[in-house]
């Protein structure tokens, strides 16, 4: 019995010994100071577990503890900044992967968030009024494989007045979609008719799309 005793503890032991940890501190792009009320996501690259979360209160430190060895990807997202994964460059979606050996504190991370940018204009049909409850995304593109595709990094409803603001988005070239559905009728009733648009986003341009106009 007693070396079954020894043997668990050992267990217990070894496995405590063997946990890891991710941690650092989050500050501002624009001036180096910490921030606060940033939610951190931590999820491992090669599991479907469960992601961790922690909100960084005192001088924008966080701390994951007793993480089993392993790939992860962290991410961070606050209001008023990007969204982004840590070691990001380009697409602030695509980070790098820290990578944690048995027993490893990878406690110095400098997870730098770049104040996020915003889009903003109305939505107006091809009369030229106002086309509210649109969706609008602001998508980014992207190179995989050799193929060119966009990645949505933020969206928008437009309000009655077809206006719309899509925040906390990183600095780059978008492409803005504005997109409704409409009612078509036919002799028995109605049926919905998605109705695309898209524009390439320029600061001071004014550009023209069809089922709707954008200013940004």
Request: charged share 15%; net charge positive.
């Amino acid at each position: 019995m007693s070396r079954l005793i020894a043997l668990a503890l050992a267990t217990a032991l070894g496995a405590a010994q063997a946990a890891s940890s991710i941690g650092g501190q989050v500050l501002n792009s624009a001036n180096d100071e910490p921030v606060n009320g940033v939610v951190l996501v931590l999820t491992a690259a090669a599991s479907a577990s469960t992601p961790l979360k922690f909100v960084t209160e005192t001088r924008g430190l966080f701390l994951f503890e007793n993480l089993p060895p392993g790939r992860y990807v962290l991410l961070a997202e606050s209001e008023g900044f990007a969204r982004q994964v840590f070691g990001s460059r380009g697409n602030p979606l695509a980070g790098i992967t820290l990578s944690l050996a048995p027993g490893q504190e990878m406690n110095d991370l400098q997870f730098t968030l770049i104040p996020g940018s915003t889009i903003s204009g109305r939505t107006l049909d091809a009369t030229g009024n106002p086309a509210p409850k649109a969706t609008v995304l602001a998508l980014q593109p992207i190179y995989r494989r050799g193929s060119k595709e966009y990645v949505p990094l933020g969206s928008a409803a437009s309000g009655e007045n077809g206006e719309y603001r899509v925040a906390n988005l990183a600095p780059g070239n978008y492409l803005v979609s504005a997109a409704a559905l409409v009612l078509a009728g036919f002799a028995g009733g109605f049926y919905v008719v998605p109705f695309y648009a898209f524009l390439q986003n320029r600061a001071g341009a004014e550009a023209w799309v069809r089922p709707f106009r954008a200013r940004c």
